[in-house]
Antibody, heavy 118, light 107 residues
Framework: HLQLQESGPGLVKPSETLSLNCTVS??????????WGWIRQPPGKGLEWIGN???????YYNSSLKSRVTISVDTSKNQFSLKLSSVTAADTAVYYC??????????WGQGTLVTVSS | DIQMTQSPSSLSASVGDRVTITCQASQDISNYLNWYQQKPGKAPKLLIYDASNLETGVPSRFSGSGSGTDFTFTISSLQPEDIATYYC??????????FGQGTRLEI
């Protein structure tokens, strides 16, 4: 049974870089059938797609965040990561990692709340 | 970017009611439309993929239809455990992936 688990600091200071990892268990991140993605949800608001990565390292980012986002993959750890630079309070959100199968996200992590505050 | 307009934003219904949510895309997305259920404090759950296909393990009272720009999500007989927020999401292989604004369903 596939599981995804986000990890990283729950509090980040303004202007610093948010860094999260997503560890995949119960399946291989190197499968050619899937992309892996990050989605976020500000408190009380809707879902926003951040970006996707393929096991080969190919990435696709939301243009609204592209200048600040880096997603990377470490196949040896079965893990992929998110870095979001120059954060502000507007980046406070629950961050989810998920598997993209076809055109839908079929497996999700439980989510992790990241608060941007000094 | 493809914009997804979901309506209504909130909905109150009774147990046993038929519930319908609509999602309209700003351009033709064929059938590349998914529906998710999100309960408070939980991650979204994929219910319907490719507009009308029921994800494995999802009760048959959930269904989806549509293609092109207009899509519908239906719960045929509302159950208490269906209280949640529902989102549509498109990915017509044109980025970015976008979600509808969500429909909060209450009993």
């Amino acid at each position: 049974h596939l599981q995804l688990q986000e990890s990283g600091p729950g509090l980040v200071k303004p202007s610093e870089t948010l860094s999260l990892n997503c560890t995949v268990s119960g399946g291989s991140i190197s499968s050619s059938s899937y992309y892996w993605g990050w989605i976020r949800q500000p408190p009380g608001k809707g879902l926003e797609w951040i970006g996707n990565i393929y096991y080969s390292g190919s990435t696709y980012y939301n243009s609204s965040l592209k200048s600040r986002v880096t997603i990377s993959v470490d196949t040896s750890k079965n893990q992929f990561s998110l870095k979001l630079s120059s954060v502000t309070a507007a980046d406070t959100a629950v961050y989810y990692c998920a598997r993209l199968h076809g055109v839908g996200f079929d497996y999700w992590g439980q989510g992790t709340l990241v608060t941007v505050s000094s | 970017d493809i914009q997804m307009t979901q309506s209504p934003s909130s909905l109150s219904a009774s147990v046993g009611d038929r519930v319908t949510i609509t999602c309209q895309a700003s351009q033709d997305i064929s059938n590349y439309l998914n529906w998710y259920q999100q309960k408070p404090g939980k991650a979204p759950k994929l219910l319907i993929y490719d507009a009308s296909n029921l994800e494995t393990g999802v009760p048959s009272r959930f269904s989806g239809s549509g293609s092109g720009t207009d899509f519908t999500f239906t719960i045929s007989s509302l159950q208490p455990e269906d209280i949640a927020t529902y989102y549509c999401q498109q990915f017509d292989h044109l980025l970015p992936i976008t979600f509808g604004q969500g429909t909060r369903l209450e009993i």
